[in-house]
């Protein structure tokens, strides 16, 4: 494959899992120099030692995890090549260096320091990779106990701790759904987390319903369907993140149906996080859903400002961070409703406060946010009325936005729909793909990273997209 179609499906993927802020700061400036596809590695040409060791230091399972599965191999070795085309050691990297030319993203909007200012080290206290090395593997640092509870999400957390405590007996599925961003995969983790405690020799088995299908697909062809199902025979907990996912693909259905029924009949655990209610998602098969229904289904809602204000606490303490009260009143105003987001402003407040040696003050934190991106998700817009406004903007209309045409014109006003439609309302990409005459929800997350990218590239688009969104939330 070619190492630009390989990166940038890496880039898409990297973005969905852990934020295009991540992909902005962190990603954009590398580049795929090489695959040796006998020795099975790849070379990553790095900007400079900064954003070397941070992402040797952060990321290295999560390009492990998903270059591997794209060049469909079974072991990778990554080789991070400076800007001389040196390659560093692969151990652990030194927690700080200094000296780099190279300004991450998350300092570029509200920027004004000098060169001196942003030589100064970086001394953000490094957390533990969000990846783990191991695939699968229980994030150690998503357990109950980092878990804030508020009105928004009581229930789920309720019923995933009674379950952790109680394997097979409670609520056996169990299936957490709920908005992007709200701790569903957070709960999950905890689940496993918590059973282990309770049981140190449990096998668990946490996997996104992506990863599950991979490994089917790759197990047909190998021929070997039948050793896959044979993997989940002995576990007594498994885990599914994200079971939208599973959506339209038949044989992965299929065969996790069986997974699904040989486990509960030996009354095994399961738990299952989705996007939505599995009666709204499409292309589920009828007695899966069911299936998922059985036990108990648990809703996340968007948390009110109390608990995004106990979160943005909690997250500040984990990463040694300390906020006064009004800073984190304003943190957590700025954002309306995911908690990715919400971490996302910290580390971007703290890297700045960081970068420049100034503590973390209301005026420094405004001044940082200042174009963070907001998401009003209460918003009572509907699919439609974006559709109809983008389609007026576009001098097109909303039948041509559903059809399949792909004239500039429509197909650019149909990207910028699917930007603001994710952007501006709650709806998942699924029914934003249904909305726009049943496209996928890759086409989906492929336009609206394609129009987050011309945000950035093209200030006519911008300013264009601004434009529809004051005119759609003046309403
Ligand atoms: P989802 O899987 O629903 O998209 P995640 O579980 O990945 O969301 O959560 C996104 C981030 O928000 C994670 O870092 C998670 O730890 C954090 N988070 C979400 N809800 C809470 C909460 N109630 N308390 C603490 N952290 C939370
Ligand atoms: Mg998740």
């Known amino acids: 494959m070619h190492t630009n179609i390989v990166w940038e499906e890496f880039l898409k993927i990297a973005k969905e899992e852990a934020g295009s802020q991540v992909v902005e700061t962190w990603f954009k400036a590398v580049t795929l120099e090489t695959i040796d596809s006998r020795e099975n590695s790849i070379a990553l040409k790095m900007p400079n030692n900064f954003v070397r060791n941070w992402i040797q230091e952060h990321y290295h399972s999560l390009l492990t995890t998903h270059l591997k599965r794209l060049l469909n191999c079974s072991t990778l070795t990554i080789k991070y090549l400076d800007s001389h085309n040196n390659t560093t050691s692969t151990k652990k990297p030194e927690a700080k260096s200094s000296g780099h030319s190279f300004t991450p993203a998350i300092l570029q909007t509200s920027s004004q320091m000098t060169p001196e200012e942003n030589k100064k080290e970086y001394a953000i206290t490094p957390h533990k990779s969000k990846y783990r090395s191991k695939k699968n593997a229980l994030n150690p640092q998503y357990h109950f106990d980092s878990f804030v509870v508020g009105p928004s999400n009581s229930l789920a957390h309720g019923a ?15 299936l957490i759904y709920g908005g992007t961003g709200l701790g569903k995969t957070h709960l999950l983790h905890a689940i496993g987390n918590a059973a282990r405690e309770v049981n140190p020799q449990l096998r668990v088995k946490y996997e996104t319903s992506d990863q599950f299908m991979h490994d089917f697909i790759s197990s047909i062809r190998f021929d070997k369907a039948h050793q896959f199902r044979e993997r989940y025979k002995n576990i007594d907990l498994l ?32 738990v299952m996080s989705a996007d939505m209610f599995p009666e709204e998602i499409k292309g ?79 005026e420094l934190a405004q001044k940082v946010l200042i174009n963070f991106q907001t998401q009003p998700k209460q918003s009572t817009l509907q699919l439609s009325d974006i559709g109809q406004k983008v389609a007026k903007y576009f001098a097109t ?50 336009a609206i990273n394609k129009i987050e990218q011309l945000i950035i590239d093209d200030l006519s688009i911008a300013q264009k997209i601004k434009t529809i969104k004051v005119d759609l939330t003046q309403d």
């Open 239 to 270: 885990l599914i993140d994200d079971v939208q996912f599973f959506s339209n693909k038949e044989q992965t259905q299929e065969t996790f149906f069986h997974i699904f029924n040989t486990l509960y009949e030996q009354k095994k655990q399961i």
């Open 160 to 174: 995933a701790y009674a379950v952790s405590q109680n394997l097979g007996n409670v609520y056996n599925p169990l």
């Open 397 to 446: 209309t909303m039948q041509e936005l559903k059809s399949k045409k792909r004239s500039q014109q429509i197909a650019m006003a149909r990207q910028v729909a699917c930007y603001l439609m994710k952007k501006l309302t709650n709806e998942s990409l699924q029914s934003i793909g249904d909305f726009l005459g049943g496209r996928d929800h890759s086409t989906i997350i492929h």
């Open 284 to 362: 589920l098969q009828g007695r899966l859903k069911s299936r998922m229904e059985w036990g108990l289904v648990a809703d996340m809602q968007t948390p009110d400002l109390e608990t995004k204000i106990a979160i943005l606490n909690k997250k500040a303490e984990l990463h040694n961070i300390s906020l006064s009260q009004e800073v984190s009143h304003f943190i957590a105003s700025r954002v309306h409703s995911n908690i990715r987001q919400l971490e996302g402003a910290l580390i971007r407040v703290d890297a700045f406060a960081s970068l420049t040696g100034q503590k973390i003050t209301l």
